[in-house]
């Protein structure tokens, strides 16, 4: 069954970006988009942005445009970059696939802890 | 942006017992609605989608209805593994994709 797996740095200083990859495994990349979201320690979530396989995306726009998501499909991973963080970055972040037929994340990573800190 | 409401924010009960959790949205979003269930330290993991289907394989007791504005997530008999919070997501309009603010799950 398809797994994904988050990877990068837990600790980021402010200004500096935050970069995170999520593996894809057990299965292929293609029909589906892929997402980022993340949540605060002890709050709700928030969805940061998808990319489709093809290479189409959209991003929350109250992240006022510091935010970029790639996919590398012959590595079967995709990619989060968040520009210029502050505190208030701090975040699980997970990486999901979204299903568009249900509209619904139907697969989701266990989630990587990043604070922002100097 | 489509706002999400989930009431009550937290909620305890007696295992067996029936328990609602209610998710209004700011404007009409059709059917177009997902409910997850997160475990402590975990991911969330989808339950139902499209107000009221339940995603293959999640247990029967585990419900959702409602269409518009108003939706509801019932649990018919809760048991200890249920403990968690909720939250449901719309996917009308986008983006963005809108989750509610949560309904945590506790036993009395």
């Known amino acids: 069954q398809v797994q994904l797996q988050e990877s990068g740095p837990g600790l980021v200083k402010p200004s500096e970006t935050l970069s995170l990859t999520c593996t894809v495994s057990?299965?292929?990349?293609?029909?589906?988009?892929w997402s980022w979201i993340r949540q605060p320690p002890g709050k709700g979530l928030q969805w940061i942005g998808y990319m489709y396989y093809s290479g189409s995306s959209d991003y929350n726009s109250s992240l006022k445009g510091r935010v970029t998501i790639s996919l590398d499909t012959s590595k079967n991973q995709f990619s989060l970059r968040l520009n210029s963080v502050t505190a208030a970055d701090t975040a699980v972040y997970y990486c999901?696939?979204?299903?568009?037929?249900?509209?619904?994340?139907?697969?989701w990573g266990q989630g990587t802890m990043v604070t922002v800190s100097s | 942006d489509i706002q999400m409401t989930q009431s009550p924010s937290s909620l305890s009960a007696s295992v067996g017992d029936r328990v609602t959790i209610t998710c209004q949205a700011s404007q009409d979003i059709g059917k177009y609605l997902s409910w997850y269930q997160q475990k402590a330290g975990k991911a969330p993991k989808l339950l139902i989608y499209?107000?009221?289907n339940l995603k293959t394989g999640v247990p029967s007791r585990f419900s959702g209805s409602g269409s518009g504005t108003h939706f509801s997530f019932t649990i018919s008999r809760l048991q200890p593994e249920d403990i968690g919070t909720y939250f449901c997501?719309?996917?009308?309009?986008?983006?963005?994709?809108?989750f509610g603010g949560g309904t945590k799950v506790e036993i009395k």
């Open positions: 999901a696939r979204y299903d568009w037929s249900i509209g619904s994340f139907d697969i």
């Open positions: 997501q719309q996917y009308d309009s986008l983006p963005p994709l809108t």
């Open positions: 057990g299965g292929s990349m293609s029909g589906f988009y």
């Open positions: 499209d107000a009221s």
